[in-house]
């Protein structure tokens, strides 16, 4: 056995302690459930009868799958979340730049009091600021509805009303995360730039914002995943919004299916968007390689 060898085995056996904890978690919270739920979307419930006969679990293959893609409701909320994604990712991490690069110039005062002021709204929890937003949305007590004579609740409102809902509670948190890649920059790169006539705004469009393309590159990541798993706002507001259908995102969807009992269509439900999620994921990551490459 080689020297080396021999150091990243001793290496190992330090970390492991440390390390194992983790994995122990990992495997029994994440990776067992997920790979229940693969096994279990490939089965299908069938009922003799009228369905009043004993009920056998059978292997049903991709048929479980096919029936998903069929699933006009289930698509159509793949639309919808796609559709908030759209417009409130790139809305809330533009102003959440903005905030960062503020509270990091050098001109800047009161920093902590800021940064502590953005974070608030990530600290409450979702189900609260969904339901402060959902009384200021509710056309009989909000008084915005009342003054201005508009409604947050129709159809055509309610994918702007959640993403409101999302940028007020998620961008003070992309802010910080923004602002602490910001303070990992060496500030001889920015004395540096200083004296060659680079500063203000232009310091950072030029220097800070490239700097931090992977953070800004991780919170998109964050954002995206994020706002696949959209639930909590869109059922708090059904109290506000008759009219918000329960299959409104591909989360409410599959607890659907679950609450009907329709385990195995409710795992490839999960599946897919799961699916979903790690392609978009992958081509985020893809693309932004690229782009550096370039």
Not at 105 to 117: E, L, N, Q, W
Not at 120 to 134: N, R
Not at 183 to 194: D, G, K, L, S, Y
């Amino acid at each position: 056995m080689t020297i080396r060898r021999r150091g990243r085995l001793r290496d190992l056996r330090r970390a492991a302690p440390f390390v194992l904890p983790f994995l122990v978690l990992f495997v029994v919270v994440y990776l067992i459930p997920a790979g229940y739920s693969v096994v279990q979307s490939f089965f299908a419930v069938k009922r003799s009868g009228l369905g009043l006969g004993g009920a056998e679990t059978v292997f049903a293959g991709f048929d479980t799958y096919l029936r998903v893609f069929q699933d006009a409701a289930f698509i159509g909320s793949l639309g919808r979340v796609a559709f908030i994604g759209l417009i409130q990712v790139p809305v809330m991490l533009l102003i959440a730049l903005v905030l960062a690069l503020l509270i990091d110039s050098s001109v800047s005062t009161g920093r902590r009091f800021f940064r502590v002021a953005y974070f608030i709204p990530y600290g409450l929890p979702g189900v609260i600021a969904a339901l402060v937003w959902s009384f200021l949305y509710a056309p009989s007590l909000s008084p915005i509805t009342r003054i201005f004579d508009i409604s947050f609740v129709t159809d055509g409102a309610l994918p702007f009303s959640i993403a409101n809902i999302l940028t007020w509670a998620w961008t003070g948190y992309n802010t910080i995360l923004i602002f602490s890649a910001l303070q990992a920059i060496p500030e001889e790169t920015m004395e540096a730039a200083v004296l060659d006539g680079c500063s203000g705004w232009k310091a950072a469009l030029l220097i800070k914002i490239p700097l931090i393309r992977p953070a800004l590159l991780l919170t998109l990541v964050f954002s995206i995943i994020g706002t696949a798993q959209l639930y909590n706002e869109p059922v708090t507001m059904k109290s506000v919004a008759p009219n918000l259908p329960s299959t409104y995102t591909p989360i409410m969807a599959a607890l659907r299916s679950l609450s009907s009992n329709d385990f195995n269509y409710a795992a490839a439900q999960s599946v897919v968007l799961g699916a979903v999620i790690c392609v978009l994921s992958v081509l985020v990551f893809r693309a932004s390689a690229k782009r550096v490459d370039a």
